[in-house]
């Protein structure tokens, strides 16, 4: 018997993580602000109303191109790294880490050399995460 739920449910996961990775080399090669819901459109092989189906705004898309690209790199290393971790073991996880992500991030934009854009959609990450805390009332 076919889990009709579960297959869906894949599916829906596997079209979603499809935009975040398209949204994430667009967002790397013309900048999230650049970036329009039709260059989303071209890049995703979607239409706008599929894309809405998936993402309330592109705002939303965005956080979740943070969340998979740039938090979980953060996260991954300051985990890695406990109290009784001796510092050089902690920075050759981080680095690592940085080394994983960019590797990705060549794959998906189809470069060998990281694109000078990354560094701005980093800054872009930064200026929404703090804006949203504020928002939310989280304090860094």
């Not at 739920?5 to 599916?11: F, I, Q």
């Not at 239409?47 to 943070?66: C, D, P």
């Not at 981080?94 to 998906?108: G, H, M, N, V």
Request: glycine share 4%.
């Amino acid at each position: 018997i076919v889990d009709l739920h579960t297959n869906w449910y894949a599916l829906f996961m596997g079209t979603r993580k499809h935009i975040v990775t398209k949204a994430l080399g667009l967002f790397i090669c013309k900048s999230y602000k650049a970036a329009t819901i039709a260059d989303l459109e071209v890049a995703t092989g979607m239409t706008k109303g599929a894309f809405y189906h998936y993402f309330k705004s592109k705002e939303e898309l965005f956080i979740e191109v943070i969340d998979n690209y740039y938090l979980t790199c953060l996260i991954l290393s300051i985990e890695g790294s406990s109290h009784g971790t001796p510092l050089k073991v902690a920075i050759e996880r981080q680095i690592d880490q940085i080394r994983l992500r960019i590797e990705e991030i060549k794959e998906i934009t189809n470069k060998e050399v990281l694109d000078p854009h990354l560094f701005l959609l980093f800054i872009e990450a930064k200026a929404t995460i703090l804006t949203l805390w504020r928002k939310r009332g989280i304090e860094r």
